[in-house]
């Protein structure tokens, strides 16, 4: 697919942004560079050393609204309202004869920007009729001779982290023993096997996230028969660490696999779930106590992903950065819970580390930071007075207001659904001017190669 030129209408539409923020002055946490320069150093475009995209899954605009109007206040800005470059982009998916459905999964919205390639809920960086795979972004930054990592709140082997160093048939076959689903990927069918042990052979320099109890089964066929997928990780170089202590104890000189829970990092905060009728007004916990100690945040794992990525490049004296995915996970799955306070502490701990990546930007600017979600989801902010038929909460707001939540994309009792919507998509430097405008998930792909490079 040919990458989009700067068309007439894009430049109109970045001098703008660009008049816009020329008359506010504005200090900005970005460093050296004001939002007025931020803004035309973006335009430009120009080649990126680094790039971190940071996903946000099931981050629609409401459930931005949401965590800004809670934690920061409804005239407050969250980090990542801090970009200067801000579009939105639709996420719909593909069925196998290439129309639309309308409503994507995390898996083929991940293929989109993964690969530039729409394709069918549940398929995993392969196309939609012929389950055919397709080179990904990471596989492409690899090959150019970039740094690669990813870090998520979910299990490694989930769709997000998976669309970037797997190729399945279906999501659900994370591990050598959850194949029903991808028969012909098995390593016996002469296919690279489950997506645990696609990630770690193609050597990912940094994978951090949950999902241990996928590494932990045993590889059923192949060169690493009768070895659990961790040992095989440990035979192809990979270091592996399971706390916050050994996470920053940890030197790159190997790969890093970083295995902090045995499905998803459990959440930053809790509270009451949705109930029919509403919830009494409640002040979100922040803290939970099924969070083992020790568990490190996803500020502090992208910190940590950068400064090992960064290392690897300086030893090898390579002019070439690293591509970083940051995915905060647990948005979508505390939307899909219908639990509010859990959804509002993983979008707020997800902002931390947007905010760890726009400081490395400002320090290196020749880093493409782009901020996005793979799909909208359920919550809805609506008045007070309102008496949705579904579940809906009450909370206290940080600024001592209250906020009603509604979740009715299905009936009490079932998981909330995604939806359809367009969502926000927000960077910063190298090519950042691609995301203005209303452009298509799998532009975003464009923007990515087109940013390192590669080819
Ligand atoms: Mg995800
Ligand atoms: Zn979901």
């Known amino acids: 697919m040919p990458g989009p030129r700067l068309s007439r209408s894009r430049l109109v539409a970045a001098s703008a942004v660009v008049a816009a923020t020329a008359v506010v002055a504005v200090t900005t946490t970005a460093g050296a560079f004001g939002p007025n320069e931020q803004a035309q150093r973006a335009v430009k475009g120009g080649k990126a050393k680094n790039v971190i995209l940071l996903i946000g899954d099931g981050m629609g605009d409401s459930e931005i609204t949401l965590a800004r109007d809670y934690t920061v206040g ?9 970009f200067p470059l801000t579009g939105a982009y639709t996420t719909y998916a593909v069925h196998a004869d290439g129309t639309p459905d309308y409503v994507t999964d995390s898996a083929a919205s991940g293929t989109g920007w993964a690969t530039g390639v729409k394709t069918v809920n549940g398929r995993i960086s392969k196309t939609p009729g012929s389950n055919k795979a397709v080179p990904t972004i990471l596989e492409l930054a690899q090959k150019g001779g970039y740094a690669t990592g990813s870090v998520t709140t979910a299990e490694l082997t989930d769709a997000t982290p998976a669309v ?13 023993a959850d194949m029903a689903k991808c028969p012909t990927d098995t390593i016996a069918k002469g296919g690279p096997g489950s997506i645990a042990e696609q990630s770690v052979d193609h050597k990912v320099d940094v994978l951090l996230g949950g999902g241990k109890q996928r590494f932990d089964q045993k590889v059923t066929d192949g060169r690493y028969k009768g070895l659990t997928v961790t040992e095989q990780a440990r035979k192809l170089g990979y270091q592996v660490v399971t706390d916050d202590r050994s996470l920053k104890a940890v ?10 829970a045995p499905g998803n990092v459990p959440t930053e905060w809790t509270g009451k779930a949705a109930a029919v009728g509403g919830t009494d007004p409640q002040r979100c916990v922040t803290s939970n106590p099924n969070r083992p100690a020790g568990t490190p945040n996803l500020a502090d794992q992208t910190t940590k992903a950068i400064q090992l990525l960064e290392a690897k490049q300086k030893r090898k004296h390579s002019q070439k950065g690293f591509f970083l995915q940051v995915e905060g996970a647990s948005i979508d799955k505390q939307d899909h819970a219908a639990d509010p306070c859990g959804q509002i502490g993983e979008t707020a701990a997800f902002d931390r580390a947007v905010k760890v990546a726009r400081a490395y930007a400002a320090k290196h600017p020749d880093t493409l930071v782009v901020t996005t979600a793979d799909h909208g989801h359920s919550s809805q902010i609506v008045p007070l007075e309102a008496q949705p038929p579904g579940l809906s909460s009450t909370l206290i707001t940080d600024e001592g207001q209250q906020l009603k939540v509604n979740y009715s994309t299905n009936p009490p009792g079932q998981s909330q659904e995604h939806t359809g919507t367009q969502v926000r998509i927000a960077a910063q430097g190298p090519q950042a001017y691609r995301v203005l405008g209303v452009t298509d998930q799998t532009e975003l792909f464009t923007t990515l190669r087109e940013a390192l490079r590669l080819r």
């Open 74 to 82: 409804a005239a407050g800005r969250l980090n990542m309202d801090k």
């Open 164 to 176: 970037l160093a797997a190729h399945a048939a279906d999501r659900s076959c994370q591990g050598p």
């Open 251 to 260: 030197k790159g000189d190997k790969p890093v696999l970083g295995l902090f």
